[in-house]
């Protein structure tokens, strides 16, 4: 992160949005905004936050997959395909 290309005051954002979008989608850089001195918010291009967000459901899912397995939620692998290939010869 360049942090003085980076961190932008909100004043800024005010009064140069679309620049900031461009920048921010061109550059593939969060930059992060101030408000009286402190980080307040970031602006991030779309592909950034849906890769992001995609990351943090895996993390979640992983996260339960192991709760699972520690609680004991968990069948062998070919009874879950026998399973799947009972249900797919029924429909």
Known sequence: MKLKEDIKPVTYMKTR???LIKK????RRPTIITQN???????LDIGSYEALRDATIILQLVGQGEKDLQEGRFLP?????SRVRARLRSK
């Open 17 to 19: 949005a679309a620049e």
């Open 24 to 27: 921010v989608n061109d550059s």
């Open 37 to 43: 001195g402190e980080a307040t918010a970031v602006v």
């Open 77 to 81: 692998q070919a009874e879950v395909f």
